[in-house]
């Protein structure tokens, strides 16, 4: 059986071999992921897991994205639809989707859905394109990827923060 690790600990491994190899410090890599029909780049510090989708309790009386709790290691999360809490389509659950779990330094015990991880992506693959929406302050920058395809940056401190986050109730 493989020994499970954190996507952190992932990160500081590869960036400590990358560093090794060059002699000079990795580039800032985002772990893209696929939300509804967007594309989005978070920043690995910000997430300390991405695990599979756990079975989730359902929490009557709250918001159509809360999709409920998860026990996850002893202890208890709340899950978000992130498609769903800006107004996409609820995200299936399937063998592609994950669960980003919202590291410890935000004081919040939350994760949220993505249909699915695309794997690390470098600055030098972006470049940097006006803000199109500032109803959703958590969207911290817009970019164009070479290939044209838009992309927007968690800004994950103002999404745990936003008012309507934190308020799941109905």
Known sequence: MAKKISLREFQQNVSARLQGL????????KLGVRVGRE???????????????????EVPLTQAWFRGVANIRGNLYSIIDFSAFM?????????????LLVHQQF?????FVVDRMLGLRGPEQFQRKPATDASMPWVGAEYTDTE???????????LVNYPGFLQVGI
């Open 87 to 99: 107004g996409g389509d609820p995200t299936p659950v399937n063998m592609d989707s994950r669960l």
């Open 39 to 57: 594309f989005w780049l978070v920043d690995l510090a910000d997430v300390s897991e991405a695990i599979p989708v756990p079975t989730l309790a």
């Open 107 to 111: 004081s919040i015990n939350a994760g």
């Open 22 to 29: 060059s002699g000079t410090a990795p580039s800032a890599s």
């Open 148 to 158: 044209g395809t838009p992309w927007k940056e968690l800004n994950m401190r103002e």
